[in-house]
Structures are given as structure tokens and as C-alpha cells.
């Protein structure tokens, strides 16, 4: 059982940065992929990033790309989403999640992001 815990989330003007961290309870290269989601009120969850375990690979939303970066650190089982030139459209609860080797899906806690205008 892969246990998620996010943080970094708070509140922060529009064309401000934040960074989330997910810390996996495992070794990520049990996981096939990590990646962030979040949900709006009223909205469906979206991904937003995820990232291979073993490689370089990542997909970003065409809504972030250019703005957000998703990475990694093997060696402290976290990963990190970088959010520059936030809007307050990007206002959701983010999720981690992970997608382990075998098969399962794994998600945190969720972390609010409110960037106001």
C-alpha cells in the first residue's frame, strides 16, 4: 500500500509560484508514474502532470504547460510540481497520484491552492 503525502499548497497572487512536494511511502520505482491532478468546485477532477518513474518522460494540461514543471527525486521517494505565473483559474485542491507497478492507483490527501486576483 503506497501512502501519498502532499504539501505546499496556500494562497498566492496571480503571477506569483508555488511548489508541491509528494512524498511517496515507497520507493517511487515501485510506481510506474506519479503525477498531479486537481479539482475545482463544480469541476471534474484534471490531470495536470505526471512523470515516468524510470525515465525522463512527462505530459503536462495544455491549460499548464510552459508555466507548471513536474520532477523528481528517487533518492528521497518525492515529487515536485513547480507552479510559476499562477492564475486564479489554477484555484483546486491538487492531488498526488501514483500508479504503481502493479496496477493500482494510489492518491494523497490533497492540498488547496488558491491564487487570488
Known amino acids: 500500500q503506497v501512502q501519498l503525502v502532499e504539501s505546499g499548497g496556500g494562497l498566492v497572487q496571480a503571477g506569483g509560484s508555488l511548489r508541491l512536494s509528494c512524498a511517496a511511502s515507497?520507493?517511487?520505482?515501485?510506481?510506474?508514474?506519479m503525477g498531479w491532478y486537481r479539482q475545482a468546485p463544480g469541476k471534474q477532477r484534471e490531470l495536470i502532470a505526471t512523470i515516468s518513474s524510470t525515465t525522463t518522460n512527462t505530459i503536462y494540461a495544455e491549460s499548464v504547460k510552459g508555466r507548471f514543471t513536474i520532477s523528481r527525486d528517487g533518492a528521497k521517494n518525492t515529487v515536485y510540481l513547480q507552479m510559476n505565473s499562477l492564475k486564479p483559474e489554477d484555484t483546486a485542491v491538487y492531488y498526488c497520484?501514483?500508479?504503481?507497478?502493479?496496477?493500482?492507483?494510489?492518491w494523497g490527501q490533497g492540498t488547496q491552492v488558491t491564487v487570488s486576483s
Open positions: 515507497e520507493s517511487i520505482f515501485t510506481i510506474k508514474y
Open positions: 497520484n501514483a500508479f504503481g507497478v502493479n496496477g493500482r492507483d494510489y
